[in-house]
């Protein structure tokens, strides 16, 4: 049997997170739950078995575009996958070239595909 992708959610918002992380580990996921860009930057140092990042953009301390360009100097084909409810896009001079973006609210059946693809190989 293949084991679960492990994704590692970045989001503040303690609600918003375990609902997440709940469904995608019903969909199949192992996820690792950061509530900063610190705390998960060491998970992702820590882990180098991480199948991708989703991490909502605004963060207290830094934000998820710095997460995510620290988070790919350890690990440089880390899918990454940004979320936010307060732009409708991320914005491209700070965003990752092929980064996926999900613009809250989101239903969890669409977090679920996004990272599916995310994690599937091309």
Do not use: W
């Not at 192992?30 to 989703?54: F, K, N, P, S």
């Not at 998820?64 to 899918?79: I, K, M, Q, S, T």
């Not at 969890?108 to 091309?122: D, F, G, I, S, Y």
């Amino acid at each position: 049997m293949a084991s679960s992708p492990l994704l590692l959610l970045v989001e503040d918002d303690a609600l918003v997170r375990g609902t997440l992380a709940e469904a995608l580990a019903d969909a199949g996921f192992e996820v690792l739950e950061a509530a900063d860009a610190e705390t998960a930057l060491h998970l992702v140092a820590e882990r180098g078995d991480l199948a991708a990042l989703l991490t909502d953009i605004n963060l207290p301390g830094a934000d998820g575009f710095v997460l995510a360009r620290a988070a790919r100097r350890l690990r440089p084909d880390l899918p990454v996958v940004y979320a936010s409810g307060r732009v409708r896009e991320a914005d491209p001079r700070r965003a990752l070239p092929g980064a996926t973006f999900l613009a809250k609210p989101f239903s969890l059946t669409c977090a679920v595909e996004t990272l599916q693809r995310a994690v599937t190989p091309h």
